[in-house]
């Protein structure tokens, strides 16, 4: 409760809080039927219909209402944006832990090895596998995941490499506590204010790649509404139906700018050494 306070007195915090929430309201509508419209029915009578008191935002070029899609689209993008960097957020501490805990050799390859990976611009890198598993929203959720997997790793390690030489860890030893403890009570629990901030700015990141792989018809396949989906099906109709690219554009941004500025918010909050200043 005490978080979630100093959230809501940041400037940041209060907007990207209002924002996330925002989405997952919709998101939640989206997920129960509560929609304007069937997302998936089409009115032939009504394609191209420009935004209006029957349709909100308008009709695609289907007939399909533009507003219960995108509320449905965004329920499917977090849900991959969020299993994503849990995945990755997951691998990430281990891996993080075991590099800083062991050291010497283990530590090294497996830092060269996410040097290697860091080195591959993200959405190719998640394009490669993809394309090597084939499309679909599970293959999106394993593709973004791996991508950002070393960025938690990354994070993880460097501050466990400076806790495991503290007192208070040393103290765990000397008593026998196992080293499984000691990594997930000692170190893990001593790290969780940097990753709840990288897990937050990795959410705008994973909702962005996964709008891109959806855009290039490598994520979520048609016709289940996504917001990459939806931004692709307007290429060929940006003069005639702007209204087709403007909402669910304005949406990926708008979750983006979310999560950037309650990460933002939860590094000023969490950080020490910023915290008087927040």
Do not use: C
């Amino acid at each position: 409760m005490a978080l979630l306070r100093a959230i809501f007195r940041h400037p940041s915090g209060r907007i990207g809080a209002g924002i996330v929430l925002a989405y997952l309201a919709l998101a939640a509508l989206g997920a129960l039927g509560l929609t304007p419209h069937d997302p998936l029915a089409q009115h032939r009578l009504d394609r191209l219909h420009p935004p209006s008191a029957s349709y909100w935002l308008g009709t695609d070029l289907f007939g399909r209402d533009i507003a219960s899609r995108l509320m449905q689209g965004i329920g499917q993008s977090f849900r991959v944006a969020f299993l994503s960097v849990a995945v990755a957020a997951g691998i990430g501490a281990v891996l993080g832990l075991a590099a800083a805990w062991f050291g010497r050799i283990w530590d090294g390859a497996l830092m060269r090895a996410m040097d290697i990976l860091l080195a591959f611009p993200a959405i190719l890198l998640a394009m490669l596998i993809v394309a090597v598993m084939g499309p679909g929203t599970r293959t999106s959720v394993l593709a973004i995941a791996f991508v950002y997997m070393p960025i938690f790793t990354r994070v993880v390690r460097g501050p466990a490499l400076s806790l495991k030489t503290r007192d208070f860890v040393d103290a765990a030893r000397s008593f026998g506590s196992s080293t499984v403890y000691i990594l997930t009570r000692h170190l893990l629990l001593n790290i969780v204010a940097p990753l709840t901030v990288q897990v937050t700015l990795a959410l705008a990141w994973a909702l962005l790649t996964e709008a891109g792989l959806s855009f290039l018809g490598l994520g979520t396949q048609p016709p289940a509404p996504s917001l990459g989906v939806m931004l692709s099906d307007s290429r060929n109709l940006m003069e005639t139906a702007p209204w087709l690219m403007i909402a669910p554009g304005l949406t990926i941004m708008g979750g983006i700018l979310g999560f950037n500025l309650l990460g933002d918010a939860l590094r000023d909050i969490l950080d020490p050494k910023t915290r008087g200043r927040a």
